[in-house]
């Protein structure tokens, strides 16, 4: 597996990715309602990310499930 100063990384640059989609999330859906797009424009902004991550779910599943055959 990978050295333990190469995965700390890893984790570090995750953990501040993460922070930065939990600060712009509230301030975009908030700029949006402000502009009057509606919770339904919000939604429909957060889609394409919703997906995205459905999908990476279910290739990694499949992924997985590959390995274990072999």
């Known amino acids: 597996f990978y050295p333990a100063a190469i995965r700390a990384t890893g984790v570090g640059t995750v953990v501040a990715v993460g922070r930065l989609g939990a600060m712009s999330g509230p301030l975009l859906a908030g700029k949006m309602l402000a502009l009057g ?3 339904i424009g919000v939604m429909a902004a ?3 990310g919703i997906v995205l991550a ?3 779910v279910f290739w ?3 992924r997985q499930q590959r ?4």
Do not use: D, F, K, N
């Open 37 to 39: 797009t509606g919770t």
């Open 46 to 48: 957060s889609a394409p």
């Open 54 to 56: 459905g999908v990476a």
């Open 60 to 62: 990694l599943m499949h």
């Open 67 to 70: 390995a274990a055959m072999v």
